[in-house]
């Protein structure tokens, strides 16, 4: 509770306060924060637990056991590969690895610039431009592991641009 | 919007909106109407940008009272997108850019004269077709009952729904008893679409049995093979479909509220169930006493976080209510014990989108389509190796062959079949001697697969069956939920087994024991999902033995696909000695003289990246 920030909690009290009436609201509620935030760490789930009486073991075990769940943040743009079966026979597991590589992270982690996190996912839907690949929430079609570098290099020269 | 508030009203109104949907189709209200297919994979190549371009060349010309364009939900034929259709010529427009807009606007919507270079083009003839229904592809489906309305109406305007004949089948439904409802699913022979294929008027029955104050009706969306999106798909393209689905059901079994269960990556399904919810709401379609009647109803939504497990029942049902989603030992089964302890029956959106059609057209139209054991339609993503990749809703016993060739149009680059993998990580393989089996729950179960949801995956011939099961096994492993130990410890070290053979350390003794494995997990698991978990390695096994022998004993990869099994060679007969390769590689592994000697590739520094392989411009580079 210390480390919250009093903006941060009262944002999280509303979010509790908005599924009130539900019978079971933890999926409800962790769902919110973690779009608002982008991860959930535990001092938030303590609070949580302060606010709905809900054992912070059981919100921990939550937590950990849905993927869209983060314990920790994201990078700045977060690199979603599809694994899903049609992106895999056209060859996405070497895309992944060109990402791996040419980062110097692995799927689940963050570069230490925090500007990339390498994600796998499964199955966007979108099997008829594998492999896909898919970056804050922007497709990219039919990515080769040859286009991997180029794709790295556009988000790149664009926070370059930003920071100048 | 008034409120619909008897039989009488919703005719009426229907009869109102049926009128504006045939003035779009047919131009009778002298306009013309663009569509746009707003389904994911037409979304992520710009199809939003397309219709906003035509909106505003509609304001620029001014003619608003002449045209109007649109968003609808998926023409499935994804590989072609975007799609753009003109009505009421029915022209339609493929692989469409936002920078073809203004040619198709000026020459064709408003001076009638088509753009030639955007239409389909048959392979087999060469020649350009105009027409949706003329395209092989759309020629031996039967798109009008769980995709009904998807390249037609728009999914966010409740009155397109309702022109397309929505709620008909509730007003229907509400006339008859709830036992009579029943009789008339069990009638139809619909089965679940989700996977398993239990009888879906079976379930509503037991639920129905059931005495309580309160029951719940779940749809299931949380659609988790990789590789099939149907039930996207359905929710994208006709929202009200699904929820008149539920409602009947809910009616039959005599719950009051229903939950859809949608995974969290498909923001674009829930935001069209929001505002489809949103609008029933609005016009009492949704609420208290629905249509005058007794019936009230209320939709809540729910949305998944990243979990396959919760596609199973139980699972979900621990989802909803907060908890890990790990499945519960049954009986009780649902329809007992369900949904915070109460009677509840958990339909897949797909079988829910086929309830409608039912009701409306009566059990025995329905049971007129498909096969003896499975009736009515199947909706399957196809994907993978196949020139027609998308979403295909076919009439029950068609057969493979079918779907592959004359709707999928064969394999690409002129590479031969090697296998279709149906029913995802819980299916199987099947080969080219299964390619005249009708497509029924009962036949691809006898031979090693299974329906599933709808995924089928096309492999050729560069395709390893052996790193197809790894893939799989992989899937199960990340997605176990580890509540029981065949499950969670077995497909572990099935998956260490897999790796060993595809790294070349595979011995015989292994192939045995991971056959021994998979039936200990399949027997002894828990839920659907450890127990369909051995499937994709089984079913592989059964067919494509010799490609798991050729690993372990001759330690080769015949599709080139394991790396460890795989060496890159340079012809010294066909190099030119320019250097490029040894450029290229990434590991300094390629020496010689430029001009002088061909070039060698040291196996032991070689890390197998193909690099060399692709930047060759001689074809002297070969994999073996």
């Known amino acids: 509770m210390a480390h919250l920030q009093m903006s941060a909690a009262k944002q999280i009290a509303e979010i509790v306060e908005r599924y009130k009436n539900e019978k079971t609201p933890l999926m409800l509620i962790l769902s919110d924060v973690q779009k608002e935030y982008g991860y959930i760490p535990l001092e938030v789930q303590e609070f949580i637990s302060d606010l709905t009486g809900i054992p912070v073991s059981e919100i921990y075990g939550v937590v950990t056991f849905y993927s869209f769940f983060s314990l920790t943040p994201k990078g700045k743009y977060v690199i979603g590969v599809c694994l899903g079966t049609a992106c895999y026979v056209k060859g996405s597991q070497l895309v992944v690895d060109k990402f791996s590589e040419l980062l110097g992270i692995k799927p689940g982690q963050t570069t230490d610039d925090g500007l990339f996190t390498l994600d796998v996912l499964r199955c966007v839907g979108a099997c008829a431009i594998a492999p896909a690949v898919t970056i804050n929430g922007k497709v990219y079609p039919m990515v080769s592991t040859d286009k991997v570098a180029g794709i790295i290099q556009e988000y790149r020269t664009k926070e370059a641009n930003s920071n100048d | ?624």
């Open chain 2, 1 to 624: 919007m008034i409120k619909i508030k008897n039989s009488d009203e919703l005719i009426a109104k229907v009869r109102t909106c049926a009128t504006c949907l045939e003035n779009k189709i047919h131009g009778t209200d002298g306009k013309k109407a663009i569509v746009v297919c707003g389904g994911t994979g037409c979304l992520s190549s710009d199809s939003a940008e397309i219709l906003n371009r035509f909106q505003a060349l509609i304001n620029e010309k001014g003619v608003e009272d002449k045209v109007t364009a649109n968003v609808v939900g998926c023409f499935g034929f994804c590989s072609q997108g975007p799609f753009v259709k003109i009505f009421p010529e029915e022209t339609l427009y493929t692989k469409v850019k936002v920078s073809d807009c203004d040619e198709i606007f000026n020459k064709d919507v408003l001076g009638g004269e088509i753009v030639d270079r955007l239409l389909f083009i048959d392979p087999l003839s060469k020649e350009r077709v105009k027409k949706q229904s003329e395209i092989n592809f759309y020629r031996l489906q039967k798109r009008d009952i769980a995709l009904r309305g998807n390249d037609l109406i728009n999914p966010e305007n409740i009155e397109e729904a309702l022109g397309d004949g929505s709620f008909l089948a509730l007003n229907k439904a509400l006339h008859m008893t709830r036992q009579e409802v029943i009789d008339e699913i069990l009638k139809s022979g619909l089965r679940g679409r989700g996977g398993a294929g239990f009888p879906t008027g079976r379930k509503w029955q037991f639920a129905y049995n059931v005495d309580s104050d309160e029951k719940y009706m779940i749809c299931n969306g949380d659609e988790g093979d990789p590789g099939a999106f149907m039930d996207r798909s359905i929710i994208e393209g006709n929202p009200i479909n699904v929820i008149e689905g539920m409602m009947i059901a809910g009616y039959a079994i005599g719950a009051k509220n229903g939950y859809f269960y949608i995974r969290a990556e498909y923001p674009v399904a829930v935001e069209r169930l929001k505002i489809a919810i949103r609008q029933c709401e609005e016009l009492g379609l949704l609420g208290d006493h629905i249509l005058g009647t007794d019936f009230s109803f209320r939709c809540h939504i729910r949305l998944g976080a990243g979990a396959f497990v919760c596609g199973e029942e139980t699972a979900l049902l621990n989802s909803i209510e907060g908890k890990r989603g790990m499945p519960r030992p049954r009986p009780p089964f649902p329809a007992v014990k369900g949904l915070w302890g109460k009677p509840s029956v958990i339909n897949n959106v797909e079988t829910l989108a086929n309830v409608p059609y039912i009701i409306r057209e009566g059990a025995d139209h329905y049971a007129a389509i498909g096969t003896e054991d499975s009736k009515g339609t199947k909706v399957f993503a196809l994907g993978g190796k196949v020139n027609n990749v998308g979403l295909v809703e076919v009439p029950m016993g068609t057969t493979l062959r079918q779907l592959i060739y004359d709707i999928g149009d064969g394999i690409p680059n002129g590479k031969k079949f090697k296998a279709i993998q149906t029913g995802g990580p819980s299916g199987g393989c099947l080969t080219e001697k299964d390619l005249d089996t009708p497509i029924d729950y009962g036949s691809l179960i006898a031979r090693g697969s299974m329906m599933g949801s709808g995924g089928a995956i096309v492999m050729d011939e560069d395709n390893c069956m052996v790193d197809v099961a790894k893939f799989y096994m992989t899937f199960i492993c990340d997605e176990s939920c580890g509540k029981c130990s065949p499950c969670r410890i077995g497909t572990k070290r099935c998956l260490e087994i897999l790796e060993k053979i595809t790294s070349g350390q595979g011995t015989m003794e292994d192939l045995h024991e991971l056959k021994e494995l998979a039936n200990v997990i399949r027997t002894n698991s828990l839920c659907g999902l450890g127990q369909t978990a051995p499937n994709p390695i089984l079913s592989t096994l059964a067919s494509f033995e010799d490609e798991y022998i050729a690993h372990v004993v001759d330690k080769k990869c015949p599709a080139h696909v394991c790396k460890s099994l795989m060496q890159y060679y340079i012809k010294p007969e066909a190099c030119r000695k320019c250097s490029l390769c040894s450029r290229s590689c990434p590991v300094n592994a390629i020496s010689g003289v430029v001009g002088k000697e061909p070039y060698v590739i040291d196996q032991v520094k070689c890390i197998k990246c193909g690099t060399c392989l692709n930047s060759c411009r001689f074809g002297a580079i070969i994999r073996k």
